[in-house]
């Protein structure tokens, strides 16, 4: 079967030939007390949108909710010549855009999860990966309908975050798509979420963001310990493959953030707010902060090793290797419940 598009009744499906293996466990013992433990606090941890977010406070998608010097282009020539009225209209579509590629990342994570519960070999994992598939479908739900009732348009998945989110659903082995998703994607997310959390100024955009940022700190810590001890026993061949995903999916994440599909609906010159939004410092500085919580998970993994510390080193973001662990960081004032602004 090849790969298949097809619109229908006005949303688009999409096919995708997938090989993926399917394990029993007839044992059903405790063999991971961390998955285990980690499984208990994800149930105990499960949340409802409907009770939980405040969906009656009234959204402006033009008004500034981060701070100027967060947009993609700012300081640019071509910034500076905007009117106020298309500075705000700019604000609105960045800000669908980038909600948009949450939306459409979440979904990648729900079907990732889906494919974990039948193909990791212990019960305890799959045991956790069930909860993720809760927790996904949960951040599925509280983005679109975020997106849609409050912003009113989307975006279609940037060609960057697709590819990558191919490659893991597509890989049939267990660890590479706990690798690609739980570390690499999540742990991007993560980082994503915490900056929005501190710098939004939207309150219903700040609490949707802090229960989700909960989830994914546990998605995090649920790829960080499946994969340590399995990749300190692995082949030297087989964990060389798995160092050239991670710097694969690095690259490609860093090149998502480039709104080039912001541009081409704006009709602006979208070669030059690309090579702006890549060399500017604060861009540059925005998308180093995102692998603020991907690097100490691959190096915990056992996957930064000195060739990959000197592809890191040029990526501009070794220098997290001694960053908190996204699941310890998260303090009793994170886990506690988040009051209505």
């Known amino acids: 079967?090849?790969?298949?598009?097809?619109?229908?009744?006005?949303?688009?499906?999409?096919?995708?030939?997938?090989?993926l293996d399917v394990t029993y466990n007839w044992g059903y013992e405790m063999t991971r007390k961390d998955l285990r433990d980690l499984y208990t606090k994800a149930t105990r941890s499960q949340w409802i949108s409907e009770d939980t977010l405040p969906w009656s406070i009234s959204v402006d998608p033009q008004k500034a909710s981060f701070p100027e010097e967060l947009f993609p282009i700012y300081g640019s020539d071509i910034y500076a010549r905007l009117s106020e009225?298309?500075?705000?209209?700019?604000?609105?579509?960045?800000?669908?855009?980038?909600?948009?590629?949450?939306?459409?990342?979440?979904?990648?994570?729900?079907?990732?999860?889906?494919?974990?519960?039948?193909?990791?070999?212990?019960?305890?994992s799959k045991y956790y990966a069930a909860t993720q598939v809760m927790d996904e479908a949960r951040h599925v739900e509280v983005y679109d309908r975020y997106l849609h009732q409050k912003f009113g348009w989307s975006y279609p998945i940037s060609i960057h975050l697709k590819k990558l989110l191919d490659l893991i659903l597509k890989d049939s082995r267990w660890d590479m798509k706990l690798l690609g998703m739980q570390i690499m994607v999540e742990g991007l997310a993560l980082a994503a979420f915490g900056m929005i959390r501190q710098s939004?100024?939207?309150?219903?955009?700040?609490r949707l963001t802090h229960y989700v940022m909960l989830d994914e700190a546990r998605h995090v810590a649920y790829g960080v310990l499946s994969l340590r001890d399995y990749y300190s026993d692995m082949k030297e061949s087989e964990r060389l493959e798995r160092e050239d995903f991670v710097y694969e999916a690095a690259v490609l994440m860093r090149d998502r953030f480039?709104?080039?599909?912001?541009?081409?609906?704006?009709?602006?010159?979208?070669?030059?707010?690309?090579?702006?939004?890549?060399?500017?410092?604060?861009?540059?500085?925005?998308?180093?902060?995102?692998?603020?919580?991907?690097?100490?998970?691959?190096?915990?993994?056992?996957?930064?090793?000195?060739?990959?510390?000197?592809?890191?080193?040029?990526?501009?973001?070794?220098?997290?290797?001694?960053?908190?662990?996204?699941?310890?960081?998260?303090?009793?004032?994170?886990?506690?419940?988040?009051?209505?602004?």
């Open 1 to 19: 079967m090849v790969d298949e598009t097809r619109a229908t009744e006005g949303m688009t499906i999409e096919h995708l030939d997938c090989r």
């Open 85 to 124: 009225k298309e500075k705000e209209v700019l604000r609105g579509e960045v800000g669908s855009w980038m909600i948009s590629q949450f939306l459409h990342g979440e979904q990648g994570a729900l079907l990732a999860a889906s494919q974990l519960v039948t193909s990791v070999p212990d019960t305890d």
């Open 200 to 206: 939004t100024t939207e309150p219903l955009l700040a």
């Open 258 to 341: 480039l709104f080039e599909q912001v541009w081409e609906k704006l009709g602006m010159p979208v070669e030059e707010c690309k090579q702006y939004a890549l060399t500017s410092e604060s861009q540059r500085m925005f998308r180093q902060m995102l692998f603020s919580k991907i690097v100490p998970a691959v190096k915990r993994c056992g996957l930064l090793s000195p060739r990959q510390r000197a592809r890191f080193e040029e990526l501009g973001i070794l220098h997290f290797e001694a960053a908190e662990d996204p699941f310890e960081a998260l303090d009793e004032r994170d886990l506690a419940p988040l009051a209505v602004s």
